[in-house]
């Protein structure tokens, strides 16, 4: 019989995955393999790939291998010692996002801490060679903190995102336990940082709710990134990967993450996505949509 703490964390029905193995998946995981490339959908176990890649057809690029040299504990991407960099990826990246007709892609990456650069300057080549073959498509990235190192940013930052994204992950008092060589402040010291010197490039990061945080603690982080000058803010539910990974404390119910979203843009977001599926780049067209709007009606306002 199970004990009233295994009824409590029994998964609940709202997370009952949607399974889409149509053309539009199966061309999109061939034509993965056939360019020699990584996604974060399939590395990091992302819930929403059967949504994205078989309804919306969109897809999150990993690139700098798929090997992290970080094992933070609520992520199933492998940890240990990379590969050599591969200088041909930027170019793939940029066909395959091409072949797909993407108007937003997303671009994350492991963390490369054996990288004196923590592989910046492949992230901007990156960029710049989808830019050169898809002059209309928006493109986001994801990347680790790089070590703390904000010259590495502003090579990132130099070849012009359209939003940088940077995951906060948790609250401070349980980042040293959830998170594996990144500290609560670097992340947001990346984030202010970034908008002082690039204004005009919209920031976004992203809470996962589960790992024992209280609601107060939640709230703290929303003034956080806001202090910060964050536009964009994602919540979504921590899912346990395996069995070695942190357990899951607590399930929120959407009508909690109709709360915070709620409470997000009361507290001054641009745009604000949250929900039980939620991940950092779920929907990620909408968001660079949503805050372009924003900024276009600030800027209507301030004439």
């Given at each position: 019989?199970?004990?009233?703490?295994?009824?409590?964390?029994?998964?609940?029905?709202?997370?009952k995955?949607?399974?889409?193995?149509?053309?539009n998946?199966t061309?999109?995981?061939?034509?993965?393999?056939?360019?020699?490339l990584?996604?974060?959908?399939?590395?990091?176990?992302?819930?929403?790939?059967?949504?994205?890649?078989?309804e919306?057809?969109?897809?999150?690029?990993?690139?700098l291998g798929?090997?992290c040299?970080?094992?933070?504990?609520?992520?199933?991407v492998?940890?240990?010692?990379p590969?050599?960099?591969?200088?041909?990826?930027?170019?793939?990246?940029?066909?395959?996002?091409?072949?797909?007709?993407?108007?937003?892609?997303?671009i994350?990456?492991?963390?490369?801490d054996?990288?004196?650069?923590?592989?910046s300057?492949?992230?901007a080549?990156t960029?710049?060679?989808?830019?050169?073959?898809?002059?209309f498509?928006?493109?986001?990235?994801?990347?680790?903190?790089?070590?703390?190192?904000?010259?590495?940013?502003?090579?990132?930052?130099?070849?012009?995102?359209d939003?940088l994204n940077?995951?906060?992950?948790?609250?401070?008092?349980?980042?040293?336990?959830?998170?594996?060589?990144?500290?609560y402040?670097?992340s947001?010291?990346?984030?202010?940082?970034?908008?002082?010197?690039?204004?005009?490039?919209p920031?976004?990061?992203?809470?996962m709710?589960?790992?024992?945080?209280t609601?107060?603690?939640?709230?703290?982080?929303?003034d956080?990134?806001r202090?910060?000058?964050v536009?964009?803010?994602?919540?979504?539910?921590?899912?346990?990967?395996?069995?070695?990974?942190?357990?899951?404390?607590?399930y929120?119910?959407?009508?909690?993450?109709?709360?915070?979203r709620?409470?997000?843009m009361?507290?001054?977001?641009?745009?604000?996505?949250?929900?039980?599926?939620?991940?950092?780049?779920?929907?990620?067209?909408?968001?660079?949509?949503?805050?372009?709007k924003a900024?276009?009606?600030?800027?209507e306002?301030?004439?």
């Open positions: 019989m199970a004990t009233k703490n295994e009824e409590i964390l029994r998964k609940p029905e709202w997370l995955i949607k399974l889409n193995t149509n053309k998946y061309g999109l995981k061939k034509m993965m393999r056939e360019k020699n990584h996604t974060v959908c399939e590395e990091a176990r992302c819930p929403n790939i059967h949504e994205c890649w078989g919306r057809r969109t897809a999150t690029f990993m690139i798929a090997v040299t970080r094992a933070c504990r609520f992520c199933a492998k940890t240990g010692l590969n050599e960099l591969d200088l041909e990826e930027p170019e793939r990246v940029a066909e395959s996002v091409e072949l797909m007709n993407l108007k937003h892609v997303v994350t990456a492991v963390a490369r054996d990288l004196k650069d923590g592989g300057h492949v992230y080549e960029i710049r060679k989808v830019r050169e073959r898809n002059p498509t928006t493109i986001e990235v994801l990347p680790s903190d790089m070590g703390g190192s904000f010259d590495n940013w502003v090579t990132l930052l130099d070849a012009k995102p939003i940077h995951n906060i992950e948790t609250v401070r008092r349980l980042t040293p336990r959830v998170r594996a060589r990144a500290t402040d670097r947001l010291e990346v984030l202010r940082r970034s908008k002082e010197l690039y204004p005009d490039i920031t976004k990061s992203s809470l709710l589960g790992l024992g945080e609601w107060e603690e939640i709230l703290e982080v929303m956080d990134l202090a910060n000058d536009d964009i803010m994602t919540i979504g539910q921590y899912l346990q990967p395996s069995r070695k990974h942190l357990k899951v404390q607590k929120y119910t959407p009508l909690e993450f109709g709360k915070l709620k409470i997000a009361e507290k001054g977001f641009k745009h604000c996505q949250a929900g039980p599926m939620v991940r950092s780049s779920y929907h990620a067209d909408e968001q660079v949509n949503e805050a372009a900024r276009q009606a600030m800027g306002i301030a004439e």
